[in-house]
């Protein structure tokens, strides 16, 4: 399978994942997010969903959550210390590397993850990225950092209806930490870092809107 039909294959899974309501269980519950997680079909972990809304058109909350070098997203997410562009294969599908810092009182190391990414728009007005592990040549492990691996992942920005400044943020992660961490440190960690995502996706918004 190539890059891009390794891509298209998970913006497949996340419309599945977006329509299949079974399984689900909610772990963490706030006022801005839900998440929830069921067992993986992929690799021997979970699949973790955050269902939020953000109080913005999309195209603003889009701005901020894109997978481009230099965007918004390294300022405002700490879970993403660099995103590199390892090669645009087109103008929807690229290979990127993102880095991750050290998490949980440095009990995570820092990571790096290497995916083909697609970013692709629906005729609703929903936008997406579109996430899955690949080996590249140029980007074999690096030292200092754990490889990790992210099995088909991505976030759906998606309109409400009669409700223009308002955005329903989906997102999937399935992420194999590599290394040897405990279950229990996994288990914990994605449900309060989804909540953390969501908190800090709608300050960064806020700050955009003043613009």
């Known amino acids: ?19 299949d309501g079974f399984g689900w269980k909610i772990c963490r519950k706030t006022n801005s997010v839900s998440v929830s997680w069921r067992p993986s079909s992929e690799f021997p972990g979970n699949i973790y969903k ?19 070098p230099g965007g918004l997203r390294v300022q405002w997410d700490n879970n993403v210390k660099k995103f590199e562009l ?30 083909v990414v697609l970013v692709k728009q629906y005729e609703d007005g929903s936008i997406s990225s579109n996430a899955m592990n690949v080996v590249h040549p140029s980007c074999p492990p690096q030292p200092g950092f754990v490889r990790g691996f992210n099995h088909a992942c991505g976030c759906i920005c998606v309109p409400v209806s009669g409700e223009p400044n308002k ?4 997102s999937f992660f399935q992420t194999d930490l ?27 918004v806020r700050s955009l809107n003043d613009l």
């Not at 890059?3 to 994942?17: I, N, P, Q, R, T």
């Not at 645009?88 to 290497?114: K, L, N």
């Open 1 to 19: 399978m190539d890059y891009k039909e390794k891509a298209e294959s998970v913006s497949d899974c996340l419309l599945g994942f977006r329509r």
């Open 178 to 204: 590599g290394g040897l961490l405990p279950r229990s440190v996994v288990d914990s960690f994605f449900p309060s870092s989804m909540v953390e995502f969501y908190s800090n996706l709608n300050k960064a």
């Open 167 to 170: 955005t329903q943020v989906l």
């Open 86 to 115: 390892l090669e645009q294969i087109s103008e929807d599908y690229s290979v990127c590397r993102t880095v991750t810092p050290s998490a949980m009182m440095g009990i995570i190391a820092p990571r790096d993850f290497v995916d």
């Open 50 to 68: 955050g269902d939020g809304i953000i109080s913005s058109h999309p195209d603003k909350v889009w701005e901020c959550l894109k997978p481009v």
